[in-house]
């Protein structure tokens, strides 16, 4: 780029798409959880988009990239924002493009369903349930990410690995960015040109995901005496290929404390790992936690915790959640420092 973008222009090349000027909505828009490192937080809090576009279909992304392109304008895709890496921050400003109005099943056969990008994962899920099926892999970030988001930035599985191994995805369709943007299918081994590259390599506007047969899931706790028996446990646990398994996060038990629901269940100076089973697989399971002189702590409807509001489903204290549950319970700290002092708000006299 060689100077500032042209953004009246751009508006105007943009007309009848839904776009946001307005300061507060850039802000907003051209953050993820970034904050949640102090680092991060440093460098990119400032970075903020000069646009914000909301396409409803293919044809307005078309349509916005075609623009950008001619124009020189740089986009940054983002889908619910949840990433916590800074990769939905536009740090050249330009224009953040909001994939979250392209939502819907296209089709769902043979094991496979076409979804286009901005769908949000809770409500894909709801529509898979009805069907008897659901998807093999989902993010901590479930109930808020998109699926777009999902298969751009990642997750994994206790059963299926990663998502950019073999067979977790099908197809991925997207646009260049270009002033005559081209649509391109990405199958099999190509899906890796796209997958976990937080859309610089493409615009991704429909995936094809497996999906399998409807679990009642559980949500099992297990604690234990020290951080090395649970991690033994995990690593015994996530190999045992006849247990029915979606997750397996282990946590030591400085952690422990943090994680809200487990309080009056993980006794204090306890490690737990945190698992969602197959009903099926309970006895097995439970056999395996004692033969690690473990113990079970917890054991809840997985879909019970995921739909009620007031309940946090295990998957929300894995992954980078963790670091949302230290946070929302001591918010002065800082996970790779001391802790921060807090500011004081005055609300001023009416």
């Known amino acids: 780029m060689t100077g500032a973008p042209d953004i009246r222009a751009l508006v105007r090349a943009l007309d009848g798409i839904a776009l946001a000027l307005d300061l507060p909505t850039r802000r907003r828009k051209s953050r993820d959880f970034f904050w949640y490192s102090p680092i991060l937080r440093e460098r990119l809090d ?16 078309r349509r916005v990239l075609s623009a950008c392109a001619a124009l020189g304008v740089p986009v940054t895709a983002r889908g619910a924002g949840t990433g916590n890496y800074g990769q939905a921050t536009p740090l050249a400003g330009g224009l953040v493009l909001d994939m979250t109005g392209l939502t819907g099943i296209e089709w769902l056969q043979d094991g496979v369903v076409r979804v286009r990008a901005g769908t949000n994962i809770l409500a894909l899920a709801d529509q898979l349930r009805g069907e008897g099926a659901e998807l093999r892999l989902y993010p901590s970030t479930k109930r808020t990410a998109t699926i777009g988001g999902l298969v751009c930035g990642g997750a994994g599985s206790a059963s299926w690995g990663m998502l950019w191994e073999a067979g977790n995805i099908v197809a991925i369709d997207l646009l260049t960015m270009e002033p005559e943007p081209r649509p391109v299918t990405l199958r099999g081994e190509r899906c890796r040109l796209a997958s976990r590259c937080f859309g610089t390599t493409g615009i991704v506007t429909a995936v094809e995901l497996p999906v ?7 949500d099992v706790v297990a604690a234990f005496d020290t951080l090395a028996a649970a991690a033994r446990f995990g690593r015994a646990f996530t190999a045992a290929q006849g247990i029915g398994k979606a997750l397996c996060s282990v946590s030591e038990a400085a952690i422990v404390p943090y994680l809200e629901p487990l309080q009056g269940r993980v006794a204090a100076g306890d490690a737990a790992a945190l698992l969602m089973m197959a009903p099926h697989s309970m006895d097995a399971t439970a056999d395996l936690v004692r ?5 079970i702590a917890s054991d809840e409807d997985a879909l019970d915790n995921e739909r009620d509001p007031e309940r946090t489903p295990l ?33 001023p006299h009416r």
């Open 315 to 347: 998957y929300e204290m894995s992954y980078n959640h963790t670091t949302r549950n230290v946070l929302k319970r001591d918010r002065g700290r800082s996970i790779t420092g001391p802790a921060r002092p807090r500011r004081r708000h005055v609300r």
């Open 46 to 61: 400032a970075a903020c988009a000069d646009l914000i576009a909301s396409p409803a279909d293919t044809g307005e992304v």
């Open 291 to 295: 033969r690690h002189d473990g113990r």
């Open 212 to 218: 399998q047969p409807l679990v009642a899931w559980r």
